[in-house]
Structure formats: C-alpha cells, structure tokens
C-alpha cells in the first residue's frame, strides 16, 4: 500500500481564483469539480480539499510527471465518499481518499492499495 498527505491554505487558493479566476480553475479542476464546489457556500474550502486530494494522490504515485492535476478527479458517490480516478494512469489500483477542511486549511490523504 502506498499513502500520500497534502495541506492546503484555502486562502492560497481564494487568492489564485480571485487572480486568474475561471481560467485556473478549468486548468486544474474538472466541470464536474468546479460544479460540485460551486454550489456550496465556501466553494474555496471545496476546490482546497480536492486540491490537496490531487497532490496526496500524486504523493502516493511518486511523484509521477506523467500525470498532471487536471487528470486527476475527485468526485464524490452519491453516499457522500470521495471518489478518485485518474485519466490515462496505467496502474488499475483502487484509490482510496479523504478530505477535511476547517476555516483555513484543507487537509487530504491519499492510500493506493497495490
């Protein structure tokens, strides 16, 4: 099993939404991302939560520069679980995600069960 762990300051990404606005937005999230945490009040705690998702998950990968952020997605089922999957990755490992948020950070960890 392989793990990685990312946290975020959600003011850091406030301040690169509010900087290059929709455009860094579709650069690193999905539609599905971007709708998802729209609709939520503090949609900024969303995009850092799934944010630090996609960096916990390229930890755990090992820092593979074959995959980007965009092509990681975090979505969640309809129970509310995280669910991640990644665009043209060559491993067929599940992967298994959490996320929290408090006022200022975002916190996510990634285990990848080989």
């Given at each position: 099993?392989?793990?990685?762990?990312?946290?975020?300051?959600?003011?850091?990404?406030?301040?690169?939404?509010?900087?290059?606005?929709?455009?860094?937005?579709?650069h690193i999230f999905s539609l599905q991302e971007i709708e998802y945490a729209q609709k939520h009040?503090?949609?900024?705690?969303?995009?850092?939560?799934?944010?630090?998702?996609?960096?916990?998950?390229?930890?755990?990968?090992?820092?593979?520069?074959?995959?980007?952020?965009?092509?990681?997605?975090?979505?969640?089922?309809?129970?509310?679980?995280?669910?991640?999957?990644?665009?043209?990755?060559?491993?067929?490992?599940?992967?298994?995600?959490?996320?929290?948020?408090?006022?200022?950070?975002?916190?996510?960890?990634?285990?990848?069960?080989?």
């Open positions: 099993m392989r793990c990685g762990l990312d946290i975020v300051e959600i003011e850091r990404i406030k301040k690169a939404v509010e900087r290059w606005g929709y455009h860094f937005l579709e009040k503090n949609s900024f705690q969303h995009f850092a939560a799934r944010f630090a998702a996609k960096g916990a998950v390229i930890k755990a990968l090992g820092n593979s520069k074959s995959i980007n952020l965009k092509d990681i997605k975090i979505i969640n089922q309809h129970n509310g679980q995280p669910l991640c999957t990644i665009d043209r990755c060559p491993i067929k490992n599940k992967i298994f995600i959490s996320m929290s948020h408090t006022k200022k950070y975002a916190v996510a960890n990634a285990l990848i069960k080989e």
